[in-house]
């Protein structure tokens, strides 16, 4: 046995009271995001026929503390606070004096951070006489997180899936529907975006992209619906720092702080909600950890991509907004870290990676993999795909440490668990998992048509 605890849990009534905004703290605030036909800076009123009113007002707030309303507390409850543990079996195989800690987000309903924003972003629409989301979904996280939210709050939830995943993965839709949502395969035959779609290629797999277009022009097409989005913006990253606000109590408990946090970024919204509460005690001068963000080498938004106004969709409808991107039409390769294949990445992540007060890194899927089957075999729990990339990362860092002989204290986010990503463990174990060699070129004419903003 070892001298600390192997899991720090928290009581119900420790569950955090308030999200952490961290514009507040940053010594330049991010550029704003501008409108996609005049350029000029977007105002509450383009994005009002979307997003609840308090949802765009947490978009654009620069306070510092968000209360969280008791009815999303209430829901919490039923998850939260989430354990923190000590992977000492991890250690043990790796022979490493490092300890590596995780913050496990698997145990919420949909198995993953995701319904810490979507609980919230369902409450504020329903308190609003909003009566039906739509949303778009890849591999499905999303849209079973928006599903259950949904039911909670008494609202109709409809999903678009991308048809290849729709096709390949049945049983997130099956969670959809048994949480009382309705799916659609996308492109489907419900929107003008869809049925284009189908009209020049009746059996197109789909993408992120279109399935954007098709939930976003049914939600414009009724008063009564809005759209939700599981990432990328402000207010996404915002609901998801109860992550980091829990470990900073946990970790208060047991009388350590962190030397190195790192998690996996797709959008952002689980790295930023585990580290900016911890970046807030770094900027106050409290605690010094080193913070990393780990993406896959076949999507490098971070260590690869340029920082520059960007669409957040394929088809060019979004906001453009100051983000590290491959382009928008960038279409990377089909790892099965689905959640982490974006062509961008939050706005405020990008921001902070300029200031220079996080750092980043890339890494293959087989490496992952590879970290994510020796986790396994050994703290039990199966990681989904995603946070793979954050284990690999920290078992590099310590064996690191095992070199230098440095007790250096990790922390990272076991973001979501594995149980409907076992085909991509299938295909490992197999050796049919390959890495992808990055396709520059394509990265290069992504990015040229990516539009020139004077600034
Ligand atoms: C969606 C998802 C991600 C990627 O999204 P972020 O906003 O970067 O957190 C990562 N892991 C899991 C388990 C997901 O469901």
Redesign the pocket.
């Known amino acids: 046995m070892t001298d600390t605890p192997r899991r720090v849990l928290l009581d119900e009534h420790e569950l955090p009271r308030h999200w952490y905004n961290i514009t507040a703290d940053l010594p330049e605030a991010p550029p704003p995001p501008l409108h996609p036909g005049t350029h000029e800076p977007i105002g509450p009123d383009d994005l009002a026929p979307l997003f609840a009113d308090a949802l765009i007002a947490q978009e654009v707030s620069s306070e510092r503390y968000i209360e969280i309303p008791e009815e999303v507390r209430d829901v919490y409850a039923m998850w939260r606070p989430t354990p923190l543990i000590r992977a000492t079996r991890l250690e043990r195989l790796l022979d490493t004096p490092a300890q590596i800690w995780f913050k496990y ?2 145990t919420s309903p949909a ?4 319904p810490n924003t979507a609980v919230p972003q369902a409450y504020y629409n329903a308190r609003e006489g909003v009566r039906r989301l739509t949303t778009e979904t890849g ?1 499905g ?2 849209g079973s ?1 928006l599903a259950f939210a949904a039911t909670q709050f008494d609202l109709e939830c409809e999903v678009w899936q991308v048809a290849a995943s729709f096709q390949q993965k049945p049983y997130r839709a099956s969670m959809i529907r048994t949480w009382g949502a309705t799916i659609h395969s996308s492109p489907s035959e419900l929107t003008a975006a869809g049925r284009q779609v189908r009209e020049r290629d009746p059996d197109s797999p789909g993408s992120l992209g279109i399935a954007i277009s098709e939930a976003v022009e049914a939600a414009l097409a009724d008063d009564a619906t809005h759209y939700a989005l ?3 913006l402000n207010h ?2 915002l609901h ?1 720092t109860v992550i980091g606000e829990e470990a900073l109590t946990q970790f208060a408990k047991v009388g350590l702080t962190p030397d190195l946090i790192i ?11 585990l580290s900016f509460p911890f970046l807030r005690e770094k900027l106050a001068g409290r605690m010094s950890p080193h913070i990393l963000a780990v993406e896959p080498a076949s999507c490098p938004t971070l260590t690869k991509g340029e920082y520059r106004y960007d669409f957040g969709d394929l088809a060019g409808m979004t906001p453009l907004m100051k983000m590290h991107t491959l382009g928008h039409d960038f279409i990377p390769d089909p790892i099965h ?4 294949r ?1 062509h961008g990445m ?1 706005p405020l992540i990008s921001h902070v990676y300029e200031l220079g007060l996080i750092d980043a890194t890339a890494m293959p899927q087989t490496a992952c993999f590879e970290a994510g089957l020796n986790f396994a075999r050994t703290e039990g729990i199966i990681p ?1 795909p ?2 793979t990339h954050a284990i690999a990362a920290a078992v590099r860092e310590a064996l690191a440490c095992r070199e230098s002989g440095e007790e250096k204290v990790i922390l990272t986010a076991v ?3 594995g149980h409907f990503d076992l085909s991509a463990y299938d295909a490992y174990l197999s050796g049919e998992l390959v890495d992808h060699e990055l396709d520059t070129d394509q990265i290069a004419e992504a990015m040229s048509r990516v539009p020139v903003i004077a600034e």
């Open positions: 987000e698997g198995g993953s951070h995701k591999a996280q999303w997180a599981g990432s990328v996404v990253l998801q998690g996996c970024t797709g959008g952002g919204s689980n790295f930023a909600g870290a689905g959640g982490l974006y939050a989904a995603e946070p973001c979501g668990h």
